[in-house]
């Protein structure tokens, strides 16, 4: 199980922010505010950062991980084509 509390800080991290040793927080984060941000319970949250999480709740919250990070990159790519599409001279 220890294999899946990194993967999961490691994504938290690349995803959302680095984790701080010294607290229990990922940048100015808590726990609390990250597990609303991963749709998980307060409890959940403080079980896969103690390694007493079953595999499936490291599972469900790698999935939630994978849907944050597609949400970030389309929401990007919007954002993007909304500059492109006001960088288009206007002719009619």
């Given at each position: 199980m220890h294999g899946f509390k990194g993967?999961?800080?490691n994504r938290i991290a690349r995803i959302i922010c680095e984790r701080n040793p010294n607290t229990s927080r990922f940048g100015s984060t808590s726990l609390g505010e990250l597990a609303d941000q991963l749709c998980l319970s307060k409890s959940l949250i403080t079980k896969?950062?103690?390694v007493?999480?079953?595999q499936g709740m490291y599972e469900r919250c790698l999935s939630?991980?994978?849907r944050i990070k597609q949400e970030k990159h389309l929401s990007q790519e919007n954002e993007?084509?909304?500059s492109q599409i006001r960088a288009v001279p206007d002719i009619l």
């Amino acid at each position: 199980m220890h294999g899946f509390k990194g993967q999961i800080i490691n994504r938290i991290a690349r995803i959302i922010c680095e984790r701080n040793p010294n607290t229990s927080r990922f940048g100015s984060t808590s726990l609390g505010e990250l597990a609303d941000q991963l749709c998980l319970s307060k409890s959940l949250i403080t079980k896969l950062m103690s390694v007493t999480a079953t595999q499936g709740m490291y599972e469900r919250c790698l999935s939630n991980l994978r849907r944050i990070k597609q949400e970030k990159h389309l929401s990007q790519e919007n954002e993007k084509l909304k500059s492109q599409i006001r960088a288009v001279p206007d002719i009619l």
